[in-house]
């Protein structure tokens, strides 16, 4: 009897010391790629590893994906002429996706949309507002669908410019995951310029809190409680310019009038399994608006959302619901 419990003992306490040892180490690091503020933190027996290879992989795919460096593919497909670019296959994979985005949101997310949004100095910081003929003019530069790709190969007509900037980050988030969890960590926490990834739960089996930005103030709406889940926000109040006529022009293009985006609503967040559908999705469904998002939302329902409207009330879907504890006093809508 002694010995059975001897061992019971010493069986639990290996137990508690896998269990310990299993998660007793974090690494995080800070840095700036992709035009944004990149914050990772990952758990695990080596999290140095581990996280040394996700900062590499960022490095390779802006390397890839930025608009702005010669040597990128984006860049490349940019300044083609009209001729045929070969690709890697990660880009081909992220334009197949975005595409196919635009196609499923009607074009409200439209990965074409760089010519305007040039025309907008939002791609240098000089701001201007380019007049209606301006913008006339570049609108048929920024139909998606003459965007040709066949496998590695790609084909714009002359003019045409792509951007993954609604979608880039969230696939990295996705590109990232993966490769955390093929490395064993089943622990992290990735903040890709306010895009959060969250990988597993924290090390101590709870889930991850996440503050949601108030985007009528510096503070938070309240916190999202996650596991294994993105979060991606979209809204108009972190990245504008105030234009001579004293109005605020936000950085997300409606792609049918070629101005921005500016139907009542102050942010768009998605929740999902995949950071590049929740992506393409706050983008998309920031330029719908109110009664349109609501309406692929209910059509949808593969994913959960948050929408703050101008007027300071928020909506949130049910599932988004369970997530979340409010910190705020405002008006709530949950749609079922
Ligand atoms: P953020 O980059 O601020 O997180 P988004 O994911 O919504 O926000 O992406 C906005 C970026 O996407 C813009 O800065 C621009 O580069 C690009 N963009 C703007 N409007 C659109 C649109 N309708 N469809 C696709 N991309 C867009
Ligand atoms: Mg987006």
New binding site residues.
């Given amino acids: 009897m002694k010995k059975i419990r001897a061992l019971l003992i010493s069986a639990l306490f290996l137990v508690s010391a896998l269990i310990l040892s299993g998660c007793s180490s974090e690494a995080r690091e800070s840095f700036f790629a992709m035009n ?1 503020f990149m914050n990772f933190t990952v758990c695990g027996e080596t999290p140095e590893a581990a996280l040394e290879k996700t900062r590499e992989t960022v490095t390779e795919l802006e390397g890839l994906w930025s608009v702005t460096d010669s040597g990128s593919d984006i860049y490349r497909i940019n300044h083609s002429a009209g001729q045929p670019v070969t690709i890697d296959e990660r880009t081909a994979a992220l334009i197949s996706f975005a595409l196919d985005m635009a196609e499923k949101t009607e074009g ?4 074409a ?2 010519p305007v ?1 040039k025309a907008w100095g ?1 791609t240098t910081g000089e701001n201007r507002i380019p007049s209606p003929e301006e913008l006339s003019a570049l609108l048929p530069l920024t139909d998606y669908e003459q965007v040709q790709l066949s496998g590695c190969m790609v084909t714009l007509p002359e003019g045409m410019m792509l ?1 993954f ?3 880039a ?2 696939y990295t988030g996705d590109i990232l995951t993966e490769q955390l969890k093929a490395d064993g960590v089943s622990s992290a926490l990735l903040d890709i ?3 959060i990834q969250a990988v597993g739960t924290r090390p101590d089996g709870e889930c991850w809190r996440i503050g949601l930005r108030d985007p009528f103030s510096d503070g938070i709406l309240g916190t999202l409680q996650i596991s294994d889940l993105a979060v ?4 108009n109040y ?2 504008y310019f105030i234009g001579e006529d004293g109005n605020n022009y936000g ?5 049918e009038s070629g101005y921005p ?1 500016d139907n009542g609503l102050m942010s768009v967040t998605i929740i999902g399994k995949s950071g590049a559908y929740c ?1 393409a999705l ?3 469904l ?2 719908m608006g109110y009664d349109r998002a609501v309406r692929y939302w209910s059509e949808a329902r593969d994913f959960e959302m948050i929408i703050v409207c101008a007027d300071g009330s928020v909506a949130l879907t049910e599932g988004a619901e369970k997530l979340f504890i409010s910190e705020g006093e405002y008006e709530i809508t949950v749609l079922k």
């Fill in positions: 944004t409200t997310l439209n990965p949309i760089y949004l939002f951007d900037g609604a979608v980050k969230g310029g306010g895009n991606v926000t979209s809204g972190e990245r950085h997300i293009i409606d792609p985006a992506d706050s983008t998309a920031f330029v």
